[in-house]
């Protein structure tokens, strides 16, 4: 009988539901208690200041940190975060979602995930940089090519990587790309990494609408973010004839049902950096956009947007969790109880990110790069693999499609972790 003694360090909205699906799924699979409190906690985290001079002379000190919630199946894997409301509860939630993610879709790597608790729209560019070089540089002896790989998240991009990268490698004597995955083309970066997430999630949603037999230029599409993720699954969607009915980003929605014209969104947000305004459409608010009526409804934004409250609401026939933990528990209940609307799990409709970071690795180690369509071919086949052993294992034992991705994530984690043994 094994038992956990754990503090409140993590203690969040966000970390007990992450919790409570890794109990619900533990108990499916009957996770024996020996391994079990091993396989849900984090395994390590970092805590740090990052002292950054602002334009007027003045000095600020951010908070910043790294959760490494698993490295029994290889170097974790995980974004950085970049927002004003992290937390570090949030940031090990992220970092136990990663570890099943990557074990579901059957990747070499653990889970991770870092944040720093700043708003960057409230920084210069130079601000911006002194930032992420020193985030890296507290980070040089916790992360590396074998111990954790992180990438960007919400409020991180390219540059961000290409500085971190840089910063690394100078602190090591030598380029060492494979520190960090989402980079510039020109340090090492992987066709096709900017669009892989998107890609993957409109590649998914194309599939689970052919399951329900609903052809894709009858879908109606409404997106909630549209930074790297919301953005490209709106072009992606678009390219394959769905009609985008909905966008939004932080400060407010665009409807509009005769469908929003998403070349032009995308060059309104490149020069006004928001949604603001934009005239493709009638401005909506965020909540009331998640309810209006359409075929697939696609979170993208942050976690905990479809709750008990607007569950019972929903109009839409799939829900594609493009964002990391979009649904409460309470919210998932409600919407399993209904009935009506297929879920594709965060775990599986995100992972196309992760798969092509992996590429990216593989192609850093190996000084060998690969085509854009030799990327996607290799990104589908493996999102038609984890697809398909979802689907699977939620008929074999009647779970929900979450439940079905969960345990596979765990089960893999749980035997490794149980094979290793524990040291000493
Ligand atoms: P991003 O910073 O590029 O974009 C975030 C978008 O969400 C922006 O448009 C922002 O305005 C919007 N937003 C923020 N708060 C909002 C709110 N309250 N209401 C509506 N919109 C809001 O981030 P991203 O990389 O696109 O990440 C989005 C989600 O996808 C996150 O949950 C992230 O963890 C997940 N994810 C990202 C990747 C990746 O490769 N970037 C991979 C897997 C999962």
């Not at 038992?3 to 970390?15: E, G, P, Q, T």
């Not at 985030?135 to 991009?157: K, R, S």
């Not at 992606?236 to 004839?241: E, H, I, S, T, V």
Request: aromatic share 8%; proline share 4%; with cysteine.
């Amino acid at each position: 009988m094994s038992k956990a003694i754990v503090s409140s360090l993590y203690d969040s909205d966000v970390f007990r539901m992450a919790c409570r699906q890794f109990d619900q799924a533990a108990d499916a699979i009957n996770l024996p208690d020996a391994i079990r409190d091993r396989t849900k906690y984090p395994r390590r985290c970092l805590a740090v200041s990052l002292p950054v001079k602002r334009r007027d002379g003045s000095v600020t000190v951010f908070e910043g940190y790294r959760v490494q919630h698993n490295l029994s199946t290889g170097p974790s894997k995980g974004g950085i975060r970049f927002h004003q409301d992290v937390t570090l509860g949030e940031v090990a939630a992220l970092a136990m979602w990663m570890s099943w993610k990557t074990s579901l879709v059957g990747l070499p790597y653990g889970g991770a995930k870092g944040g720093v608790i700043v708003n960057p729209n409230d920084l210069s560019e130079s601000e911006l940089e002194h930032l992420s070089r020193r985030y890296m540089q507290e980070m040089v002896g916790f992360v590396g090519p074998q111990t954790d790989v992180p990438a960007p998240d919400v409020g991180t991009n390219e540059k961000i990587m290409g500085w971190m990268m840089d910063t690394y490698s100078n602190h090591v004597g030598h380029l060492a790309p494979a520190v960090v995955t989402g980079k510039p083309i020109s340090l090492g970066g992987s066709q096709g990494r900017r669009e892989a997430t998107g890609a993957g999630v409109a590649y998914l949603v194309v599939k689970y609408l052919a399951d329900l037999k609903i052809p894709v230029k009858k879908a109606t599409v409404v997106i909630q973010g549209f930074g790297n993720v919301g953005s490209e699954t709106a072009v992606a969607l678009d390219r394959y004839g769905a009609k985008i009915v909905g966008i939004s980003d932080y400060t407010g929605g665009i409807w509009n049902p005769k469908g929003i014209d998403i070349k032009k969104a995308l060059t309104y947000v490149r020069y006004q950096k928001t949604l603001r305004d934009f005239d493709g459409g009638e401005a909506i608010s965020n909540e009331a956009l998640l309810e209006q009526k359409c075929t697939v409804l696609i979170p993208a934004a942050l976690e905990r947007v479809i709750t008990d409250q607007n569950a019972p609401k929903l109009k839409c026939r799939l829900l594609a969790e493009a964002a990391n933990g979009p649904t409460t528990n309470a919210a998932d209940k409600i919407i399993e109880a209904r009935g009506d609307i297929e879920i594709i799990p965060d775990v599986l409709c995100n992972s196309g990110g992760v798969i092509v970071s992996y590429f990216e690795w593989l192609q850093n180690l190996s000084s060998f790069y690969w085509s854009r369509d030799e990327v996607l071919e290799k990104l589908f086949a493996m999102l038609d693999k984890a697809k398909d052993a979802v689907d699977a294992q939620k008929a074999k034992f009647k779970f929900s499609r979450r439940l079905a991705a969960l345990t596979l994530g765990i089960q893999r984690v749980a035997d490794a972790k149980q094979s290793r043994g524990l040291f000493p």
